[in-house]
């Protein structure tokens, strides 16, 4: 039980969204009541602010929308209307259903659906042991950073990118893919530091963001035309002999492949694929051999096509050559920190499950709900919002409506997947709950604690799925654990952690920063890892960073019928779909260059349909040079959908988006979708 204090006092605590940053925060707390969120100072990478997504996060927690009781479907599927239930009555339905299922289809008709939305290790993995004790179908986790994780250990096998520290002491910071001041907003003081003594910002992408707006140079690069840009930087690099020799010949292997590859091509393909020109390229490339403490950020967003992993091969290739990995003051490369590895077995229970059972890969929701030969019967729910963030949502809808489907949801608010729910059960939030967070977007790792006590009927992750396992019946040792118990086995096992820090203290709140920070490259020379330029090993992808095909972009069906490529980068206000609640009603906008806007007669501020051959979309239109001409940009998951004039109701915008997977790790492909648009 939290101590009830009455006056004013403060407690610290960890974000848990799905941020690279994992901020620490302190939460002011008067008569059990919080009634402020700010950052911790005493965080170095927080450095005492937070976004103001999470200065408002105690609308979302103290929402009218926020569910604080199991409740029982009574209208229906996606109409939202529900009964209060008891807990008791909640787990006992659910238990016997999810049983039935198994007897009458066997464990796989189960599909439990999360992802990110609780980074804490314990409660996002919760649900786990259950499920491999059900023998349930098993969920590839893919919808955010599979491709780029894949195309990253393509090339740098277990190599962590370099601490986001580094970047302070930089003569050149290249951001690219990522819009800094939206989802990465504590790397900026770094940007700022590194420009008041002289450095350059440049950026790189699609559009015009707010990044892009606040850069020294902005590059214009298109969709999945990445790869180009870095191999065409890479072979001006080669003419002019720019690259680290030194740490190519004692720390990589395979360049000369990639070498032969590079300079094999003309200046003009990669130009040309890219969307950059030649003088362009070169600039970049001059800019990069007369600056030697460069720092590249790369964005998981470039990943998001058919050819994203191989964009992050070959940006990863080209700081190889550069040297970027061996760290140094002002030098580094960051993809994702990579920082703490622990036994997941602790956290997932895959001894539990008996027989193997199928892979639902999670970009496939809609069509495992829709169109599976074995088809799901029961679905469960938490950390995640699919009506909202998965692509080709408008399917995953249609099946979520299915009368044979019993979908269980655990959620804190009432989200448009909790609408469908026959069973809607409260979730705590992380300010409810113990956990545990390490960040991939720097090197420090902590324990939160509870701040408050539970609101109304709500159970964390953790209790609720240890809970459902003994109403199933299941006796074994893991379900009768305690969260810290399991906390204590799992940070036992962490690696990455000093090794005079005991698990006792990082439990008591000792904010870890790991040992595998590679600042000065001394990780590199002292694991024996390498970097390869050349990787034969993993079939079937080419062995080197190389130009491949898109998709949708050169599909000349497609083509003819929708003239317009979509991006759907993040939005300010919005964490993929969470806070949606905060903005019902509204549907968001879309940037338009005026020459598009002019093809098909749109004004400014007026409401357009995106429309393709999977769904549509309502949107209030943004005419602007920030964008290229082809390209709208939509920023932001939006939950309600918006009626048009027809009285037709158009979704969110992942209506349009495909169940398409990209080139490596069964990603999504986001950002390589063609559509029209309908004037209003």
Same mark, same amino acid.
């Given at each position: 039980?939290?101590?009830?204090?009455?006056?004013?006092?403060?407690?610290?605590?960890?974000?848990? /969204?799905?941020?690279?940053?994992?901020?620490?925060?302190?939460?002011?707390?008067?008569?059990?009541?919080?009634?402020?969120?700010?950052?911790?100072?005493? !965080?170095?990478?927080?450095?005492?602010?937070?976004?103001?997504?999470?200065?408002?996060?105690?609308?979302?927690?103290?929402?009218?929308?926020?569910?604080?009781?199991?409740?029982?479907?009574?209208?229906?599927?996606?109409e939202g209307k529900f009964k209060r239930i008891s807990w008791q009555e909640a787990l006992q339905l659910c238990a016997e259903r999810l049983l039935e299922v198994k007897k009458e289809y066997g464990g796989e008709a189960i599909l439990?659906?999360?992802?990110?939305?609780?980074?804490?290790?314990? #409660?996002?993995?919760?649900?786990?042991?259950?499920?491999?004790? /059900?023998?349930?179908?098993? +969920?590839?986790?893919?919808?955010?950073?599979?491709?780029?994780? $894949?195309?990253?250990?393509?090339?740098?096998?277990?190599?962590?990118?370099?601490?986001?520290?580094?970047?302070?002491? $930089?003569?050149?910071?290249?951001?690219?893919?990522?819009?800094?001041?939206?989802?990465?907003?504590?790397?900026?003081?770094?940007?700022?530091?590194?420009?008041?003594?002289?450095?350059?910002?440049?950026?790189?992408?699609?559009?015009?963001?707010?990044?892009?707006?606040?850069?020294?140079?902005?590059?214009?690069?298109?969709?999945?035309?990445?790869?180009?840009?870095?191999?065409?930087?890479?072979?001006?690099?080669?003419?002019?002999?720019?690259?680290?020799?030194?740490?190519?010949?004692?720390?990589?292997?395979?360049?000369?492949? +990639?070498?032969?590859?590079?300079?094999?091509?003309?200046?003009?393909?990669?130009?040309?694929?890219?969307?950059?020109?030649?003088?362009?390229?070169?600039?970049?490339?001059?800019?990069?051999?007369?600056?030697?403490?460069?720092?590249?950020?790369?964005?998981?967003?470039?990943?998001? #096509?058919?050819?994203?992993?191989?964009?992050?091969?070959?940006?990863?290739?080209?700081?190889?050559?550069?040297?970027?990995?061996?760290?140094?003051?002002?030098?580094?490369?960051?993809?994702?920190?990579? $920082?703490?590895?622990?036994?997941?077995?602790?956290?997932?229970?895959?001894?539990?499950?008996?027989?193997?059972?199928?892979?639902?890969?999670?970009?496939?929701?809609?069509?495992?709900?829709?169109?599976?030969? %074995?088809?799901?019967?029961?679905?469960?729910?938490?950390?995640?919002?699919? &009506?909202?963030?998965?692509?080709?949502?408008?399917?995953?809808?249609?099946?979520? $409506?299915?009368?044979?489907?019993?979908?269980?949801?655990?959620?804190?608010?009432?989200?448009?997947?909790?609408?469908?729910?026959?069973?809607?059960?409260? &979730?705590?939030?992380?300010?409810?709950?113990?956990?545990?967070?390490?960040?991939?977007?720097?090197?420090?790792?902590?324990? @939160?604690?509870?701040?408050?006590?539970?609101?109304?009927? &709500?159970?964390?992750?953790?209790?609720?799925?240890?809970?459902?396992?003994?109403?199933?019946?299941?006796?074994?040792?893991?379900?009768?654990?305690?969260?810290?118990?399991?906390?204590?086995?799992?940070?036992?096992?962490?690696?990455?952690?000093?090794?005079?820090?005991?698990?006792?203290?990082?439990?008591?709140?000792?904010?870890?920063?790991?040992?595998?920070?590679?600042?000065?490259?001394?990780?590199?020379?002292?694991?024996?890892?390498?970097?390869?330029?050349?990787?034969?090993?993993?079939?079937?992808?080419?062995?080197?960073?190389?130009?491949?095909?898109?998709?949708?972009?050169?599909?000349?069906? =497609?083509?003819?019928?929708?003239? =317009?490529? /979509?991006?759907?980068?993040?939005?300010?206000?919005?964490?993929?779909?969470?806070?949606?609640?905060?903005? %019902?009603?509204?549907?968001?906008?879309?940037?338009? !260059?005026?020459?598009? @806007?002019?093809?098909?007669?749109?004004?400014?501020?007026?409401?357009?349909?995106? &429309?393709?051959?999977?769904?549509?979309?309502?949107?209030?239109?943004?005419?602007? %040079?920030?964008?290229?001409?082809?390209?709208?940009?939509?920023?932001?998951?939006?939950?309600?959908?918006?009626?048009?004039?027809?009285?037709?109701?158009?979704?969110?915008?992942?209506? =349009?988006?495909?169940?398409?997977?990209?080139?490596?790790?069964?990603?999504?492909?986001?950002?390589?979708?063609?559509?029209?648009?309908?004037?209003?």
């Open positions: 039980m939290i101590e009830k204090m009455e006056k004013l006092h403060t407690l610290k605590s960890i974000c848990p /969204l799905d941020c690279p940053d994992t901020c620490g925060i302190v939460a002011s707390i008067e008569n059990g009541k919080i009634v402020s969120l700010s950052g911790d100072k005493d !965080h170095p990478y927080t450095n005492g602010f937070i976004c103001r997504k999470m200065r408002g996060y105690l609308d979302r927690f103290y929402s009218p929308e926020r569910i604080l009781f199991p409740q029982l479907r009574v209208g229906r599927k996606g439990p659906y999360s992802y990110a939305g609780n980074m804490g290790a314990v #409660n996002r993995l919760a649900g786990y042991p259950l499920f491999h004790k /059900l023998g349930t179908s098993q +969920l590839e986790q893919t919808i955010c950073s599979a491709a780029s994780g $894949a195309g990253w250990k393509k090339q740098c096998g277990p190599l962590a990118g370099c601490p986001p520290e580094n970047a302070a002491d $930089a003569r050149l910071i290249i951001a690219w893919g990522i819009n800094i001041k939206v989802s990465n907003v504590h790397f900026w003081p770094y940007v700022r530091q590194a420009r008041k003594k002289g450095a350059r910002l440049v950026v790189i992408d699609p559009y015009r963001n707010e990044t892009a707006q606040a850069a020294d140079e902005y590059v214009q690069v298109n969709i999945g035309g990445d790869t180009a840009l870095a191999l065409g930087i890479l072979q001006v690099l080669l003419e002019s002999d720019g690259v680290d020799n030194q740490f190519i010949q004692e720390q990589t292997t395979g360049f000369a492949d +990639l070498k032969a590859y590079v300079c094999g091509r003309e200046l003009a393909e990669f130009a040309r694929i890219s969307g950059v020109s030649e003088t362009v390229i070169r600039m970049l490339a001059r800019e990069i051999v007369k600056t030697p403490k460069t720092f590249i950020r790369i964005g998981v967003g470039i990943s998001r #096509n058919s050819r994203g992993a191989m964009s992050i091969r070959a940006i990863s290739s080209l700081a190889a050559a550069l040297g970027l990995f061996a760290g140094g003051t002002g030098r580094g490369v960051l993809l994702s920190a990579g $920082a703490f590895k622990g036994e997941t077995e602790i956290l997932t229970g895959e001894s539990l499950r008996t027989e193997s059972t199928r892979s639902i890969n999670m970009i496939h929701l809609g069509y495992a709900l829709t169109g599976m030969e %074995q088809p799901v019967k029961a679905l469960v729910v938490y950390n995640s919002n699919p &009506a909202s963030v998965n692509p080709d949502s408008s399917s995953v809808r249609f099946g979520l $409506a299915r009368d044979d489907l019993f979908t269980v949801v655990h959620e804190q608010v009432m989200t448009p997947t909790a609408r469908f729910a026959d069973l809607l059960l409260p &979730a705590t939030t992380f300010l409810e709950n113990l956990d545990v967070y390490t960040g991939y977007g720097h090197f420090y790792m902590g324990v @939160a604690k509870p701040v408050v006590e539970p609101a109304g009927e &709500a159970k964390s992750n953790f209790d609720f799925f240890q809970a459902l396992a003994l109403a199933c019946g299941f006796n074994d040792a893991t379900f009768h654990e305690t969260c810290r118990e399991r906390l204590k086995r799992y940070l036992a096992t962490m690696g990455g952690v000093p090794q005079d820090i005991g698990v006792e203290e990082i439990i008591e709140g000792r904010l870890v920063h790991s040992t595998k920070s590679c600042a000065s490259g001394e990780v590199l020379k002292s694991s024996g890892l390498k970097f390869h330029f050349s990787s034969p090993g993993y079939a079937p992808e080419p062995p080197i960073a190389c130009l491949t095909d898109a998709g949708e972009f050169v599909d000349p069906d =497609l083509l003819a019928r929708f003239p =317009l490529q /979509l991006i759907t980068p993040p939005h300010p206000d919005l964490l993929n779909s969470t806070f949606g609640e905060k903005y %019902q009603g509204e549907c968001g906008s879309v940037l338009i !260059h005026p020459d598009d @806007a002019a093809r098909f007669n749109v004004k400014d501020g007026a409401m357009v349909i995106i &429309a393709n051959n999977r769904g549509r979309s309502t949107r209030k239109a943004t005419v602007s %040079q920030n964008t290229k001409k082809g390209v709208l940009v939509a920023e932001g998951l939006f939950w309600i959908p918006v009626e048009d004039s027809s009285g037709v109701a158009a979704g969110g915008i992942n209506d =349009l988006t495909s169940q398409k997977l990209a080139d490596m790790g069964g990603g999504a492909t986001f950002h390589e979708c063609m559509v029209t648009l309908i004037a209003r």
